[in-house]
């Protein structure tokens, strides 16, 4: 089990950057894949973008590809989303996920963060 914790959300305006950052806690970081999902209000959660475990393969969202990088620092038990050219539609609340895969799947991933706001106001 990994404890998570994100940071870094924030009011932004549209066209901005922010970066997430999630910690963990523990010495296996590096055993997990990572994963950032989203939920908005009123929507079910939904994946934006997962790292492999020494992070040589990411997968995006469509709606996020060319937006958001996925990174990771195994040293600093830290992963990270940056995200650019943010627009309205991506308000929700930011999760990082914890898993032994890479994937969509949010049932894959067996420990969760609980989650930083991001507003994106237009």
């Known amino acids: 089990q990994v404890q998570l914790v994100e940071s870094g959300g924030g009011l932004v305006q549209s066209g901005a950057s922010l970066r997430l950052s999630c910690a963990a806690s523990?010495?296996?970081?590096?055993?997990?894949?990572m994963g950032w999902f989203r939920q908005a209000p009123g929507k079910e959660r939904e994946f934006v973008a997962a790292?492999?475990?020494?992070?040589?393969?990411?997968t995006y969202a469509d709606s996020v590809q060319g937006r958001f990088t996925i990174s990771r620092d195994n040293a600093k038990n830290t992963v990270y989303l940056q995200m650019n050219s943010l627009k309205p539609e991506d308000t929700a609340v930011y999760y990082c996920?914890?898993?032994?895969?890479?994937?969509?799947?949010?049932?894959?991933?067996?420990?969760w963060g609980q989650g930083t706001q991001v507003t994106v106001s237009s």
């Open positions: 523990g010495r296996t970081f590096s055993s997990y894949a």
């Open positions: 996920a914890a898993g032994l895969i890479r994937t969509p799947n949010p049932t894959v991933y067996h420990d």
């Open positions: 790292i492999s475990q020494r992070g040589g393969g990411t």
